[in-house]
């Protein structure tokens, strides 16, 4: 497995994501997530469309490391629990 090598093209936008993406990079980007989590070795950053969700995942040195798209886990209260999530359910 490598980097993505292809495009990302947002709301017909096209954008130069990278690993040297920052949090702050996608934010200014994407706007706040629904729901951000940090543990000891990344940030992931949350955002949810229906029935697909975005998961962001940052390493703790600020660097893109990983973007999935994906049913949401976070449908799932279980997971919401293990996350932490205080937000409501669905996101508005």
Same mark, same amino acid.
């Given at each position: 497995?490598?980097? @993505?090598?292809? /495009?990302?093209? %947002? =709301?017909?936008?096209?954008?130069?994501?990278?690993?040297?993406?920052?949090?702050?990079?996608?934010?200014?980007? @994407?706007? *706040?997530? %629904?729901?951000?989590?940090?543990?000891?070795?990344?940030?992931? +950053?949350?955002? #949810? @469309?229906?029935?697909? #969700? =975005?998961?962001?995942?940052?390493? +703790?040195?600020?660097? +893109?490391? +990983?973007?999935?798209?994906?049913? *949401?886990?976070?449908?799932? *209260? $279980?997971?919401? !629990? !293990? %996350? /932490?999530?205080? $937000?409501? =359910?669905? *996101?508005?």
């Amino acid at each position: 497995m490598g980097p @993505f090598s292809g /495009g990302f093209r %947002y =709301w017909e936008r096209r954008l130069d994501l990278s690993e040297a993406s920052t949090e702050r990079d996608l934010i200014t980007t @994407f706007g *706040p997530p %629904y729901w951000r989590d940090q543990d000891e070795v990344e940030v992931i +950053l949350f955002y #949810e @469309f229906g029935e697909h #969700e =975005w998961q962001i995942e940052i390493s +703790l040195n600020d660097r +893109l490391n +990983l973007f999935v798209i994906a049913p *949401p886990i976070l449908a799932d *209260p $279980k997971q919401r !629990a !293990a %996350y /932490g999530v205080t $937000k409501p =359910w669905p *996101p508005p």
